[in-house]
């Protein structure tokens, strides 16, 4: 399972808003210049290898969900990961912090057995 805080929610749907109320940049026409429906959005997590600790986590919007994606919900914010970043993500919390200096999305991973300097990468 991979959790959001309330924080983090909120600063996820206000990245929501501004793809468009429906999940996009723009309608667009169907059929006979009707408008289609718009697609839900969705926080991508996942692991990618990289970094200087050897993977990287990503957050992405995203209206696509994969066959075999995990899909977890809260605070009305739809989190989606792939099976194989599962494998690193399970038990992860999304948050969101406010600094003096800036304001992120940190994930804290429980799986990680250590963090590069900057945060962006993990080992475990």
Same mark, same amino acid.
């Given at each position: 399972?991979?959790?959001?805080?309330?924080?983090?929610?909120? $600063?996820?749907?206000? +990245? /929501?808003?501004? !793809? %468009?109320q429906?999940?996009?940049?723009? =309608?667009?026409?169907?059929?006979?210049?009707?408008?289609?429906?718009?697609?839900?959005?969705?926080?991508?997590?996942?692991?990618?290898?990289?970094?200087?600790?050897?993977?990287?986590?990503?957050?992405?919007?995203?209206?696509?969900?994969? $066959?075999?994606?995990? +899909? /977890?919900?809260? !605070? %009305?914010?739809?989190?989606?990961?792939? =099976?194989?970043?599962?494998?690193?993500?399970?038990?992860?919390?999304?948050?969101?912090?406010?600094?003096?200096?800036?304001?992120?999305?940190?994930?804290?991973?429980?799986?990680?057995?250590?963090?590069?300097?900057?945060g962006?990468?993990?080992?475990?």
């Amino acid at each position: 399972m991979i959790t959001i805080t309330e924080a983090a929610a909120k $600063e996820v749907l206000k +990245v /929501f808003d501004r !793809h %468009g109320q429906s999940g996009a940049d723009a =309608p667009t026409d169907g059929p006979a210049g009707t408008a289609t429906e718009p697609k839900p959005l969705y926080l991508r997590v996942s692991v990618v290898g990289g970094g200087c600790s050897g993977f990287k986590q990503a957050l992405e919007v995203t209206d696509t969900v994969g $066959e075999n994606d995990e +899909v /977890f919900e809260e !605070h %009305g914010v739809k989190v989606i990961c792939d =099976p194989k970043s599962h494998i690193y993500l399970d038990g992860a919390i999304i948050d969101y912090k406010t600094g003096v200096m800036n304001s992120e999305f940190v994930l804290d991973i429980p799986t990680a057995t250590g963090r590069c300097g900057c945060g962006a990468s993990f080992s475990a």
